[in-house]
């Protein structure tokens, strides 16, 4: 299918083409058609599958069909909810980018930054607004915004709206539009939640859905090195100096450890900023303007901090901590083998972490060859404990003094387990919780 094929206007293919598509993504060639239907839509798509360019073309089309008489005042036509400031920011890029050979106005719309230039853009008029709901809920109870003339919503990584406690903001938000409007949900997963979301906004929806990238995707090449718990910073900062990484973004489960990290690997020499939820949005877009431009080599990043981040060619994703939810990972690893370009993931494992580590190799179908670097062997009483038999940890493989002796698999690296042991039945981990269960007993921290 090519992107001629899509019923789209000369200017939004030219911009396409600017970009260098040659083709619509799955979830593009999908989801398009019934968007320019005028119908709902439930849309199953992470970062990565093309999902933005999903929605913000077919949304501009339908924009672009009504003719603007150029002496009325703009009005929100079109409204973007997403979870994240960096997210609101990068979907208010592709709106300008796929939108550059057509005349609307745009306002991202953010918190931790002064609310004025926000009034001001809104003041003079905007046909569609990129938001984050709590910002947004400031300007409307301010009476600084007016969005009875939306046409379009679009709730971007619904799922993690709700993960973040947004649903009660999501529905005052909601309670002040037009009640007919098309809306369009995108979520990477179906829960209870998101169920109860979409049968209270979304008339007869179309649904679409495409695979989760990791799953199929052969560009992201997945390892797991284990190290103590201890020495994970050590090791990553040796990694990163021996294999000379320009651009590697990593992340942690808590904002301390991101600080501790970042400041770790500035004291020996490689260049590294922290992004999460404590600091100043100044910092944050600063960091990622740094990270971008390439004049910082490592971004350290929690997960709310990097969620739907996409940073051209990135090749390297670096789990200094396992994510204790299993869907993390797949958000995280998709960061990297975006858009064609091959990318490598690796995940820094230490006991503690094993049971998530099962979690994931759970939920994606796979199973990782355990790798161990010289130098930064895990503790032999460790790899001894029990629990660790059967459960991926081959004892074969390792010499009296508790060493794998695993197949060499590049320089300094040594491969464990060889893929046996391989446990693929549902089993629910060391603790006997389910993933959901764990899901839901562990609130994060960002
Ligand atoms: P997204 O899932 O929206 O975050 O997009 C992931 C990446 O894919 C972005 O860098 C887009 O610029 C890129 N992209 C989107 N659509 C296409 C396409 N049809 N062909 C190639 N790259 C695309």
Redesign the pocket.
Known sequence: MLFTDLKLSEPILKAISD?G?????PV?AQAIPYILEGRDMLAGA?????????FTLPMLEILSRKTHNIKAPRQVRALILTPTRELAA?VGE?VKLYGKYLKFKSAIIFGGVGMQPQVAALRQGVDIVIATPGRLLDHMSQGTIDLRHVEILILDEADRMLDMGFIKDIRRVISVLPQKRQNLLFSATYSDDIKGLCESILRNPAIVEVARRNTSSELVTQRVILVDCARKSALFGHLAVEKNWKQVLVFTRTKHQANKLSDYLQKIGVSATAIHGNKSQAARTKALADFKAGSVRILVATDIAAR?L?I?QLPHVVNLELPNIAEDYVHRIGRTG???NEGEAISLVCVDEYDYLKSIERLIGKKFDREIVAGFEPDPAIIAMPILQGRGLSQGNHSPSGKPQGQKRERGTRQQDGGRNHNTKGDTGRNGRSNKQRKEGNRKSY
Not at 21 to 25: G, H
């Open positions: 970009q598509y040659t083709a619509p993504s593009q992470q970062t990565g599958t093309g999902k933005t360019a999903g990068q592709s739907g996409d051209d975006r858009a064609g």
